[in-house]
């Protein structure tokens, strides 16, 4: 069974540092990397995916990924009041088939 | 209409009942999913299919009986449902076969309520 694993959480922080979000994953042939962010009873957006190891930046948002270690990571820089939510991992493997982890829930405090 | 819709939004329904949930998607997408997610638990994938041929089949009881005619359109039919079959279902859809680009859509879910 391919497992992605993520802390529960909660994860707190205060407004405007940096949050730090990781996921590890079983299947050493998992192709691509998403993260989600899911506000409760609202169904999950993507915010971030990645496919290379490194890191790769979208505003606010940096993706890492370690391919060796099967390790991802989302940083959230500036964090505030709305990114406030559960964050989802999830990994496609070479079948088309994601995997999500149960997520972790991120309170950002004013 | 963008991205993935779904409806109903809510729904609720006895236990005798037979409804059915409708997905479309609008992305050009030739994958599209039914996950499941019940209070504070982990998204539970049901059914996939791709190129409209249904490629995985997670344990799903046979009250769930998925269709897909074409790549643009999914449904779930339900019946004789149970009250721990409530929950948000999800619709998703994907670019589909073995493209490396292949970011994953949700469509707003239907919330589920079995009386």
């Known amino acids: 069974q391919k497992e992605v694993e993520q802390n529960s959480g909660p994860l707190s922080v205060p407004e405007g540092a940096i949050a730090s979000l990781n996921c590890t994953y079983s299947?050493?042939?998992?192709?691509?990397f998403f993260w989600y962010r899911q506000y409760s009873g609202k169904s999950p957006e993507l915010i971030m995916f990645?496919?290379?190891?490194g890191d790769k930046e979208d505003g606010r948002f940096t993706a890492q990924l370690n391919k060796a270690s099967q390790y991802v990571s989302l940083l959230i820089r500036d964090s505030q009041p709305s990114d406030s939510a559960t964050y989802l991992c999830a990994v496609r493997d070479n079948f088309n088939k994601f995997y999500f982890g149960s997520g972790t829930k991120l309170n950002v405090k004013p | 209409e963008t991205g993935v819709t779904q409806t109903p939004r809510h729904l609720v329904m006895g236990m005798t009942n037979k409804k059915s949930l409708k997905c479309e998607q609008h992305l050009g997408h030739n994958a599209m999913y039914w996950y499941k997610q019940s209070a504070k638990k982990p998204l539970e994938l049901m059914f996939v299919y791709n190129f409209k041929e249904q490629t995985e089949n997670n344990s799903v009881p046979s009250r769930f009986s998925p269709e897909c005619p074409n790549s643009s359109h999914l449904f779930l039919h339900l019946h004789t449902l149970q009250p721990e079959d409530s929950a948000l279902y999800l619709c998703a859809s994907s670019q589909g076969g073995l493209a490396t680009y292949n970011e994953q859509f949700f469509g707003p879910g239907t919330r589920l309520t079995v009386l």
């Open positions: 299947d050493r042939g998992s192709q691509s």
């Open positions: 990645i496919y290379s190891n």
